[in-house]
């Protein structure tokens, strides 16, 4: 059990401010969001059990709040409250509903979330800055195959980015 409170200090430490300026965003309200948020947490801990290792956490988390405010939404009146949201936000730039924080989150989740093969690939070329040449050698394949895996991994990037902001142009 200590073990599994050490772990959850751990999470909530990584992923509580992301995740509040995320509901935050969602809610222009930020008291209520952390109030979101707090009840995201609470659900990860009591349910801690059922999150499989696999699991990409950081999509787990940000998934967890979306729906929690998609259920506020829907208990209060979807319509309204979409409209309301749309004519509050129409002016904000899409650029300040992600920080670098939050792009670092979503694309770590997206990268864990890979094949094993295309996250190796990715990690070497990105994370160790290495060359397709230097990669193919070691993963013995060839280079033109490491070259696939480093564009279908920015292909899932870029799926996992959009579909982050593309939770915020459904409200706005």
């Not at 995201?40 to 998934?63: L, Q």
């Not at 929690?68 to 829907?74: E, L, T, V």
């Not at 509903?97 to 070497?124: F, H, S, T, Y």
Request: hydrophobic share 40%; aromatic share 12%; glycine share 2%.
């Amino acid at each position: 059990m200590e073990g599994d409170v050490e772990a959850f200090r751990i999470l909530f430490d990584r992923f509580y401010s992301p995740v509040v300026r995320f509901a935050t965003a969602m809610l222009h309200d930020a008291v209520f969001a952390e109030d979101v948020v707090q009840e995201v947490f609470y659900d990860v801990y009591m349910h801690r059990d059922r999150i499989r290792e696999d699991t990409p956490i950081s999509g787990y988390m940000f998934t967890i709040c979306r729906n929690k405010i998609a259920d506020i939404f829907r208990r209060e009146g979807s319509r309204m409250k979409y409209q309301e949201l749309s004519e509050e936000t129409y002016e904000v730039p899409y650029e300040s509903l992600i920080d670098a924080a939050d792009l670092e989150v979503i694309v770590r989740g997206c990268v864990d979330a890979m094949p094993e093969q295309r996250r190796r690939v990715w990690r070497m070329s990105k994370e160790e800055n290495r060359t397709s040449a230097e990669i193919a050698g070691i993963l013995s394949i060839s280079r033109r195959t490491v070259e696939k895996h480093i564009e279908l991994a920015m292909k899932e990037i870029r799926k996992c980015i959009r579909e982050y902001l593309n939770f915020f142009v459904f409200f706005v």
